[in-house]
Structure formats: C-alpha cells, structure tokens
C-alpha cells in the first residue's frame, strides 16, 4: 500500500516504532470501513430528516414527500497542451432544506490492485466504471441514491 511505504524509511531512520504493513493496511481498512459505515448512518438521518420537514410542510408529489435536493458532480481535467480526465470524480446530493448530506459517491476508472493483477475477492476494488462525464455521474448517484 502506497501510503505505508511512503512513511516507512523516514520513521526507520527516525526511530519511531513502525508497526508492520499488514497491521497498517488491515487498520486502514478498518477505519475506512468505519468512516463509511458513519458516513452512511449520517446520510440515513439526513433522509428522514428531509422525509419528515417534506411531509410537516404538506409536500408530495404522487403521495411520496418530496424534497428539493442540490446535486453536482465533478471530474477533474487538464487542457495544458494535452488534454487529461483523472482516474476519479466524485458526485454529492444535498438535501435543500436539511443543508446535509444525502448521498456522496465516488467514481474511479482505476484501481492499483486490478493492474497488479490482484483478484476482485483479494481487495476492497474501488473501480466503479469507465465513464468519465459528469453528467453520467450525476445520473449514476441520483439512480443509486433513490
Ligand atoms: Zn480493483
């Protein structure tokens, strides 16, 4: 993993104890997997919270409550005598009257551990798709976000 081997020699030399790279990927596992489990929890709230304002206002549209919701999505580029789309973008919805977040995704073209030839079931793949327009992504975390 990129992150412990960038850190490794300096601590060495440094002589600050470094645990060993497997217990360092399993905690950042770990961690991202608990940062995604309250990212998701948080995102839940902010449903019902917009759910339960939509139906104390009298808002529905066919009997569902409805929300106004802020979407955007971004995938970074360069145009400097070559043009280049990143590996990864990223999508965000936001619910107008919570101001919190509904639904955050990210996008990637790319991952370190499918061009290693490391198997799907060996690694958490974060490689989501090809397409790099925005507008594709926007569409994708609006579906997956219902
Ligand atoms: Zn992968």
């Known amino acids: 993993m990129p992150y412990f081997y960038a850190n490794h020699p300096r601590l060495v030399l440094q002589g600050v104890p470094v645990m060993s790279s497997k217990n360092f990927n399993d905690t950042v596992k770990s961690i991202g997997l608990w940062w995604q489990e309250q990212l998701q929890d948080l995102m839940a709230q902010a449903g019902e919270e917009e759910k339960r304002q939509a139906e ?6 066919h009997g569902v409550p409805a929300i106004t919701v802020i979407v955007d ?16 973008g ?17 996008h990637n ?21 090809t ?12 579906h997956r976000a219902r």
């Not at 999505?73 to 990864?88: E, F, L, V």
């Not at 101001?99 to 955050?104: N, Q, R």
């Not at 790099?132 to 994708?140: A, F, K, P, T």
């Open 56 to 61: 104390e206002c009298g808002d529905y549209h």
């Open 73 to 88: 999505a971004g995938w970074s580029k360069r145009s400097d005598r070559h043009s280049y789309n990143a590996k990864s």
């Open 90 to 106: 990223v999508g965000i919805i936001i619910g107008q009257a919570s101001g919190k977040i509904l639904h955050i995704g990210v």
């Open 109 to 129: 073209k790319y991952s370190t551990a499918h061009t290693q030839g490391v198997p799907q079931e060996k690694h958490m793949c974060l490689k989501t798709g």
């Open 131 to 142: 397409s790099s327009s925005e507008w594709r992504l926007i569409g994708d975390h609006i």
